[in-house]
Every structure is written in C-alpha cells, then in structure tokens.
C-alpha cells in the first residue's frame, strides 16, 4: 500500500475508527429514543450532545491529516 509509510495516513484511518466507535452510544439512544415515542429526557440529551461534540471535533482533523499526506510529511 503506497500510504501504509505514512504516519499522517494511520493517524486519519485512527481518527475515522474513533469516530465510528463514538458514534455507536447516540445511535443506540436515538434507537431508544425512536421506539420509545417520547421526547428525549434532558440528562441522555446531554449525554448524547458529548458524543456528538467529541465527534465533530475528531472530523475537523481529518483534512489535516489529508493535506499532510498528501504534502508527504509522515514518511517513515
């Protein structure tokens, strides 16, 4: 793989693992959520806010990441 040498590559293939394991938590609860038929108590609306905020956060550096490699820093 030509990108397999580049730490900015593991770092974006990491950040996107981590983002689809964040994102297991408020997909369960809106499940609930849905098949409940009630609207959302404020303590899991908040719970489900910080999961949402976490994954927002680790998206931002994706093109980062993508730039970096793409300038080829990283190499190792």
Same mark, same amino acid.
């Given at each position: 793989m030509y990108y397999s040498h580049n730490a900015f590559f593991w770092a974006k293939i990491?950040?996107?693992? !981590?983002?689809?394991? !964040? =994102?297991?938590p408020p997909t369960i609860q809106f499940i609930k959520w849905?098949?409940?038929? &009630?609207?959302? =108590?404020?303590?899991?609306?908040?719970?489900?806010?910080?999961?949402?905020? @976490? &994954?927002?956060? !680790?998206? @931002?550096? !994706?093109p980062i990441f993508a730039a970096a490699m793409a300038r080829g820093y990283g190499e190792f």
């Open positions: 990491g950040t996107f693992l !981590l983002v689809a394991v !964040l =994102s297991v849905q098949r409940a038929g &009630e609207p959302p =108590s404020g303590p899991n609306v908040g719970r489900v806010q910080k999961f949402l905020y @976490a &994954e927002l956060v !680790l998206f @931002a550096f !994706l």
